[in-house]
């Protein structure tokens, strides 16, 4: 997808143990979100930013938090990752608020 | 009740036809629609983007908005099997948020 990479593509993680999923911009976007996608619900939002070091909870937050140090860069993390975080994590990205959002080509993490 | 509603599907369909992709909100505050279509292991993808009332069309696409009922549609025309996928519609809420419906996966048979 052009201009939003995110890294890793696949990790399987045991319970309990911390995960940093990484998104990186080259569009110089203000404005990046992380959603979860799961079967029956859709894509649900954890957190957003809409500027260095502003950042939001979403709609499923807990259990997450994020980072963005950097215009391109922000990271999620999974403070104690549990079975119930397993799942495909997609990160956006929308230069203004009422755009349209792009999306990456997401992460699929397994907690085991 | 979700505020976004879709039939999962599957919706099968032959090469060449005309198909209606449908979706239910519930919050009259929405203000943008969008449409989204994923492929598998894939990101989604912005198809259509509209603001409030009316019908836009984007070559074989078009979406069409009727807020008075909260109904949203994307209509296809000439249906060909590389537009089988998940179609996701997405209005924006009144923080600018997206509130994406589960999908209706199209099956497009050749």
């Known amino acids: 997808d052009a201009g939003i990479t995110q890294s890793p593509r696949h990790k399987v993680t045991e319970t309990g143990t911390p995960v940093t999923l990484r998104c990186h911009q080259t569009e110089n976007h203000r404005y990046m979100y992380w959603y979860r996608q799961d079967p029956g619900h859709g894509l649900r939002l954890i957190h957003y930013?809409?500027?260095?070091?502003?950042?939001d909870k979403g709609e499923v937050s807990d259990g997450y938090s994020v980072s963005r140090s950097k215009t391109e860069d922000f990271l999620l993390t999974l403070e104690s990752a549990t079975s119930s975080q397993t799942s495909v994590y997609f990160c956006?990205?929308?230069?203004?608020?009422?755009?349209?959002?792009?999306f990456g080509s997401g992460t699929r993490l397994t907690v085991v | 009740q979700k505020e976004v509603e879709q039939d999962p599907g599957p919706l099968s369909v032959p090469e060449g036809a005309i198909v209606s992709l449908n979706c239910t909100y519930s919050n009259s505050a929405f203000q943008y629609f969008m449409w989204y279509r994923q492929y598998s292991r894939k990101g989604p993808e912005l198809l259509m983007y509209?603001?409030?009332?009316g019908n836009k069309e984007d070559g074989r696409f078009t979406a069409q908005v009727d807020k008075s009922s909260k109904y949203i549609s994307l209509f296809i025309r000439d249906s060909q099997p590389s537009d089988s996928a998940t179609y996701l519609c997405?209005?924006?809420?009144?923080?600018?948020?997206?509130?994406f419906g589960s999908g209706t996966r199209l099956l497009v048979r050749p």
């Open positions: 509209t603001y409030s009332s």
């Open positions: 956006a990205i929308s230069e203004d608020r009422d755009d349209g959002y792009t």
């Open positions: 930013s809409y500027g260095v070091k502003d950042t």
């Open positions: 997405a209005p924006m809420d009144s923080s600018y948020k997206l509130i």
